[in-house]
């Protein structure tokens, strides 16, 4: 069974600074989906970036980008130039044959 | 075009009641899936649907829930006798096939006194 781990419930980082989140995860699988998702205080689950394990690349969106390491099972998201809006619950999540599963969450503060 | 929807956003109800929440997931995706978040925790997968039918239906906790998708696009899910336990958000989120990005409704706040 794949697992998903947060081991920080909590982040703290100030308005325009960067900040990492940390994910690790268990599968035996060779191909698979990665992903981290936010969720505000309206519930609604946005999604913030994918990752395909099959490419080496990492993925980039914006202020928004990932180190993925395979071997070590490792998916962090970076988040640059921080803004007051990206207040929330992050969720990264590892997509296998049966939906998704997700880590704990971090909730992320920003202060102004 | 429009997101998924659920509706109620929030239901109350009491001990052994049945409750029926509804999805509508955004035109054309083929695949509808459940989720179950209790406070602080991260969801966690119920069931999927892939068209009409139930492809894994793995992550429902027992046999008082159930959920539906008759023709392939709303979803029902249902919930019989409801427990206390049974209080949590339930998600729905769609998707073009199982391969490929989720897309989350608000979902439904279910509280059961």
């Known amino acids: 069974a794949q697992t998903v781990t947060q081991s920080q419930p909590e982040m703290s980082v100030q308005e325009a600074e960067t900040v990492t989140l940390s994910c690790t995860y268990d599968?035996?699988?060779?191909?698979?989906?990665l992903f981290w998702y936010k969720q505000p205080p309206s519930r609604q689950m946005i999604l913030v970036i994918r990752?395909?394990?099959?490419?080496?690349q990492n993925a980039t969106e914006n202020r928004f980008s990932v180190n993925f390491q395979k071997a070590a099972k490792s998916f962090s998201l970076k988040i640059s130039d921080s803004q007051l809006g990206d207040a929330a619950m992050y969720f990264c999540?590892?997509?296998?044959?049966?939906?998704?599963?997700f880590g704990a969450g971090t909730r992320l503060t920003v202060k102004p | 075009g429009a997101g998924v929807s659920q509706t109620p956003s929030n239901k109350v109800t009491e001990k052994g009641k049945y409750v029926e929440l509804r999805c509508d997931p955004i035109?054309?995706?083929?695949?509808l899936y459940w989720y179950r978040q209790s406070l602080g925790q991260g969801p966690e997968f119920l069931i999927y649907?892939?068209?009409?039918?139930?492809?894994?239906d793995s992550g429902l906790p027992n046999d008082r829930f159930f959920a539906v998708r008759p023709e392939g696009s709303v979803s029902t899910l249902k919930i019989q006798r409801t427990e206390r336990g049974d209080s949590a958000v339930y998600l729905c989120?769609?998707?073009?096939?199982?391969?490929?990005?989720?897309?989350f409704g608000p979902g439904t706040r279910l509280l059961v006194l």
């Open positions: 989120a769609s998707g073009m096939g199982s391969q490929e990005t989720q897309y």
């Open positions: 599968t035996s699988e060779s191909d698979y989906y």
């Open positions: 990752q395909e394990a099959y490419k080496q």
């Open positions: 999540a590892y997509r296998s044959t049966h939906g998704m599963r």
């Open positions: 035109s054309g995706h083929t695949a």
């Open positions: 649907f892939q068209g009409t039918g139930a492809a894994d």
